[in-house]
């Protein structure tokens, strides 16, 4: 599923011990205290990195501990604080309390860093102690203990691109075609029950990660069919591919009117997100009629067919594209960056789908 998790024992470092000493020179006789204080004990820091995307560097069980500061030596010299710890986790990941379940900190943005638990103080030397009645304390403190803590790290996976579509439409298809996902897949609605991610690789360096959910239908947003609280998983998620099924004995209107209004119900922002069009399961209509479904499915948005070598979409299908996902460039986020007819059974325009999300992904990547 969606989260990864590990759980862990944290401590800070133990304080210094406090000096016990005094002053010996040549003509002092009884010189007076000079224990120096015990350094601090490290602290645990965590930093959120972006260069990291799993916890897989975590070992189940794992107890990292901070150094423990120094003892503090004569002659009033105080000892070394201790070495702090730095914990690096991906984006995305949540650092759980297991004693109170509370959500301690989120870690979302890059060098994000949050102090966690702090070292013990380190102890006063005698130095400290010296007063009118008593002019050669023997006493230190000792160092504070350092505080230990048992945590667990949920990473809570971001997509890039989120799969919306009614059930049954192809969308755990679609997403074991272009990536490494393996979700069940059948020939009947509500296969899916929990949101499955996969990696799409584009070329040999680049990808982004997709998301398949459960189906939607009308009324979800009070519980209908599976409900849409899973859409929660996709919250983060900025770019939807709603899935509309060519095929589907529900006309082309109710689904996408439908979709999107149920999305907007969940949340406003997920209403706001930059979105694409695919019409699916092409194959499956006779060629004859499938033109004239496309073209009235673009009709009812306004949109007129288009044409761009670019990206590489099958010419003999009508499809529609914006010039550029470049927000910069004119893309205006109304209205969906491509609408076009695909088939995950022949491959009809899979190629050409994954290049134009990942446009849409590079373009997101750039506005944060
Ligand atoms: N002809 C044809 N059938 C397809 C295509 N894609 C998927 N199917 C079939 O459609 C059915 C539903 O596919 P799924 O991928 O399970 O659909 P889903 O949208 O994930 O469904 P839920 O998980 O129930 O929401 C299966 O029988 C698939 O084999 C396609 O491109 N062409
Ligand atoms: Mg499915």
């Given at each position: ?22 002053r ?16 601090k ?19 189940k ?5 901070a ?15 201790g070495?702090k710890?730095v ?15 509370e ?6 943005e ?6 966690f ?45 989120g ?22 897949i059948?020939?009947y ?11 799409v ?31 929660r998983?996709?919250e ?24 999107k ?8 922002k ?6 694409a ?12 009629e ?57 491959n ?5 789908l ?15």
């Amino acid at each position: 599923m969606f989260t990864d998790s590990v759980e862990l024992t944290v401590s800070s470092g133990k304080g210094g011990q406090g000096c016990v000493s005094f002053r010996r020179e040549k003509f002092v006789v009884n010189g007076g205290p000079n224990g120096g204080d015990g350094g601090k004990g490290g602290d645990i820091w965590f930093k959120c990195d972006n260069n990291t995307h799993t916890l897989s560097h975590f070992q189940k069980k794992m107890h990292i501990k901070a150094d423990n500061g120094a003892p503090g030596e004569s002659s009033n010299m105080a000892g070394k604080s201790g070495v702090k710890r730095v914990i690096i986790v991906p984006p995305g990941t949540q650092i759980i309390d297991m004693d109170s379940d509370e959500v301690v900190f989120d870690m979302l943005e890059d060098a994000q860093e949050e102090l966690f638990i702090t070292g013990g103080r380190g102890g006063l030397g005698n130095t400290h102690f010296k007063s009118s009645t008593n002019q050669r304390p023997t006493y230190a403190q000792p160092g504070e203990k350092g505080e230990t803590r048992k945590i667990k790290l949920d990473l809570k996976l971001i997509a890039d691109v989120g799969l919306v579509g009614f059930p049954n439409v192809g969308k755990s298809t679609l997403i074991s075609t272009v990536s490494n996902a393996r979700p069940e897949i059948a020939n009947y609605e509500f296969t899916t029950l929990t949101p499955k991610l996969g990696q799409v690789n584009i070329g040999d360096f680049e990808s982004f990660i997709m998301a398949d959910i459960p189906g939607i239908i009308g009324g979800a947003h009070e519980g209908k069919g599976l409900g849409i609280e899973f859409l929660r998983h996709i919250e983060r998620t900025e770019i939807l591919l709603f899935m509309v099924d060519l095929a589907s004995y529900r006309d082309l209107r109710e689904q996408i009117e439908t979709l999107k209004a149920e999305v907007a119900a969940f949340s406003d922002k997920l209403a706001h997100s930059k979105y694409a069009i695919a019409l699916t399961r092409a194959d499956a209509v006779p060629s004859d009629e499938l033109e004239e479904l496309v073209k009235g499915f673009l009709e009812m948005l306004g949109l007129e067919a288009t044409k761009d070598s670019d990206i590489g979409f099958d010419e003999t299908v009508p499809y529609y594209i914006q010039k550029t996902a470049d927000e910069t460039l004119g893309y205006n986020r109304e209205l969906p960056y491509f609408v076009v007819p695909i088939s995950s059974a022949t491959n009809k325009n899979i190629e050409p789908l994954k290049k134009a999300l990942f446009k849409l992904v590079q373009s997101k990547r750039l506005e944060s």
